[in-house]
């Protein structure tokens, strides 16, 4: 099957920073790409989806501010945490998909800030 | 209602083979996720089931039938180490990924 790779896998940054999540189809061109995340003992849940080139749709309850998502290429989009603080540490994970077909997912993002 | 269906807890011997199950009911479907999540930490992904059949992939396999709405991992040869929770979750016609409450496994010398 297709390839998300998913980079970091893990991160530990201080409360107050900006932390980056990659999320990049390695065979495929992603037209749409979406951002979970999981707190501790509970669901995963949907964050926002994104369309290459566009602006990202965010869930309700989600801060546009907070958790920046840029999709510039088909095969690249970002999650940016900015001025993270310890209630952001969580599991993130992307999926990509070509479209309506089966989304493929990355490995996952586990987040702590200290 | 979507609702995905799997034992609350199991317990094995090491060394030996178990069969988790997990049945579902949702949505649409686009593909069954297992997860080993050990206590306090993220989960790990273990595999991706779309069609019909049997993934092995080492000590664990995944198998779905889609038309039963069913899905079972099985882990062959036990570690202690494998004493964990397993997440069963379908992504549904939305791409949501719909949770099962999880399957704690526990491994006994």
């Known amino acids: 099957g297709a390839v998300v790779s998913q980079h970091p896998s893990r991160v530990i940054c201080k409360s107050g920073t900006s932390v980056k999540i990659e999320c990049r189809s390695l065979d495929f061109q992603a037209t749409t790409m979406f951002w979970y995340r999981q707190f501790p003992k509970q669901s995963l849940m949907l964050m926002a989806t994104s369309n290459e080139g566009s602006k990202a749709t965010y869930e309700q309850g989600v801060e546009k501010d907070k958790f920046l998502i840029n999709h510039a290429s088909l095969t690249l989009s970002t999650l940016t945490v900015t001025s993270a603080h310890p209630e952001d540490s969580s599991f993130y994970i992307c999926?990509?998909?070509?479209?309506?077909?089966?989304?493929?997912f990355g490995q996952g993002t586990r987040l702590t800030v200290v | 209602g979507q609702n995905i269906d799997q034992p609350t807890e199991m317990t094995a011997t090491e060394g030996a083979i178990v069969q988790i199950n997990c049945t579902y009911q949702?949505?649409?479907?686009?593909?069954l996720f297992w997860y080993q999540q050990h206590a306090g930490e993220a989960p790990t992904f273990l595999s991706y089931n779309v069609l019909d059949g049997l993934e092995e992939k080492g000590r664990f396999s995944s198998f779905l039938s889609r038309s039963k709405g069913y899905s079972y991992l099985l882990l062959k040869e036990l570690q202690m180490k494998d004493s964990a929770s397993y997440l069963c979750?379908?992504?549904?016609?939305?791409?949501?990924?719909?949770w099962g409450a999880g399957t704690k496994l526990i491994i006994k010398p």
């Open positions: 949702t949505s649409g479907f686009n593909g």
């Open positions: 979750a379908v992504l549904d016609s939305n791409y949501q990924l719909i």
């Open positions: 999926s990509a998909t070509m479209g309506n077909t089966e989304a493929f």
